[in-house]
């Protein structure tokens, strides 16, 4: 088996590259992330992603497409449903293709370790796109590591980002005027420097 594994960020991947190691699976890490914003976050989870991946000797493929102005256009008319309809789709249909052109036979996505993503969703659209290029989707359920992965990834001091990616999901992190404000550790931080909060 030849794997190229959509990555989406370096924590999501530590529990994901040592379970497939641990399979007898080695890897190889492809980063097309299109809909990671604003482009500091995006250039974060990047280049932690680089460093991640060359500590523990895993080859890693960066597709350098920030995508904002093709991310707007076609999320804008169903905002709710973005996740499902775009951002999962362009990631694993790119992901797809770049396997087919280069040689891999199989591909998955470290998306499947997160419990807030839809993992349903994630299977049928990555059969979909298996079948399209004549590829093999490798589905796991990596969600019982993902407090592992977590953990693991803070104790290597890992940038831990605080939402999914999309500005949308920024927006729904800190700020949802229909939700209970929550206290974020980051925000206990700096109110001692911010009297009037």
């Known amino acids: 088996m030849k794997l190229l594994l959509h990555t989406c960020c370096a924590p999501c991947s530590v529990y994901c590259i040592k379970s497939l190691r641990s399979e007898g699976i080695e890897p190889v890490v492809y980063w097309f992330n299109p809909n990671i914003h604003p482009y500091m976050e995006y250039k974060t989870r990047r280049d932690t992603l680089k460093e991640y991946t060359k500590s523990i000797g895993v080859k890693a493929i960066f597709d350098e497409n920030y995508g904002l102005k093709d991310f707007c256009k076609n999320v804008i008319n169903d905002l709710e449903n973005r996740c499902v309809k775009y951002c999962y789709r362009v990631r694993l ?105």
């Open 93 to 197: 249909e790119q992901t797809a293709k770049y396997a087919k052109e280069n040689g891999y036979d199989t591909f998955s996505t470290t998306l499947l370790i997160s419990p807030y993503q839809n993992h349903e969703a994630l299977k049928k659209i990555g059969e979909e796109m298996a079948e399209k290029y004549g590829l093999t989707f490798l589905y796991r359920d990596f969600r019982q590591g993902f407090r592992q992965g977590q953990t693991e990834a803070r104790e290597l001091g890992l940038y831990m980002q605080k939402y999914c990616g999309c500005i949308f999901s920024e927006e729904d992190r800190y700020y949802n005027p229909n939700k209970e404000k929550k206290d974020y550790p980051m925000e206990k931080n700096i109110t001692k420097f911010l009297p009037n909060l």
